[in-house]
């Protein structure tokens, strides 16, 4: 269990430091945010049953569909990799249908 929490917290803090990177660049202030909160919303969430992070979790898949299908059409890898980063803030099992 504390392995968890430590892998889980490991993938927040990458989360957080892309964000702070891309953000002003390839990220505006307010899709910087969607993405912390919903590290956040899973790293903080009990069971992958949480409202909050369904929710949060949804709308962080909303603004990568949208940022790949316009803006980051060359940055593929970066959203793979948040994709796999904000997930791996989840508890385990990560959440049913979540990509």
Do not use: N
């Not at 949480?50 to 949208?66: C, G, M, N, Y």
């Amino acid at each position: 269990m504390e392995a968890d929490r430590r892998a889980r917290l490991t993938a927040y803090r990458e989360v957080r430091a892309i964000t702070a990177e891309l953000r002003g660049t390839k990220l505006h202030d307010a899709e910087a945010a969607v993405v912390d909160r919903a590290a956040e919303d899973l790293l903080l969430a009990a069971t992958r049953d949480d409202a909050q992070a369904r929710e949060s979790h949804a709308a962080f898949v909303t603004l990568l569909d949208d940022l790949e299908s316009h803006r980051w059409e060359e940055h593929g890898a970066t959203a793979d990799r948040l994709r796999v980063l904000v997930l791996s803030c989840a508890p385990d099992p990560p959440l049913v249908g979540a990509r």
